[in-house]
């Protein structure tokens, strides 16, 4: 895909058994497309929200980790090597490392968006591969 060119950090959410808190994990991704804007609405006045797709290949470095999709991932009992894209996640622009992460800090701190909807074009299209993230 062009101009893949942007590292990524993907932030996870992942519910701890034993304090049945989350715990975020981060997972770096090398070679994705970020791409944002403005969208406004008039209704009772001016609304306007940044808006963000990211587009992930499913070639790009995901620094040794694998994806599994978001049921896998709840389901696993240990997500140290594996990243999933689903809504209520953070992706972040540049590279964010460490667990225990805080989304209020997160958001405070970087670049970063709420993950909205996730399309995996991973089976469509054989010469374009990805996953197409859409945020707030």
């Not at 992942?14 to 406004?40: E, F, L, N």
């Not at 929200?49 to 009992?77: H, M, Q």
């Amino acid at each position: 895909m062009k101009l893949c060119d942007t590292t990524i950090t993907v932030v996870n959410a992942k519910t701890d058994p034993q304090t049945r808190k989350d715990v975020y994990r981060a997972t770096v991704i090398v070679g994705a497309s970020w791409h944002g804007s403005i969208d406004t609405a008039i209704d009772d006045g001016l609304k306007a929200a940044n808006k963000y797709i990211v587009r992930i290949p499913a070639t790009a470095d995901f620094g040794g980790k694998e994806y599994a999709s978001p049921l896998d991932y709840a389901n696993a009992e240990d997500v140290s090597k594996l990243f999933t894209l689903k809504n209520g996640d953070i992706i972040v622009r540049g590279a964010l490392e460490g667990d225990n992460l805080k989304p209020a800090d997160i958001h405070r701190n970087y670049e970063a968006f709420t993950v909205l909807g996730v399309t995996d074009n991973r089976r469509e299209n054989t010469r374009a591969r990805h996953w197409k993230v859409i945020g707030a």
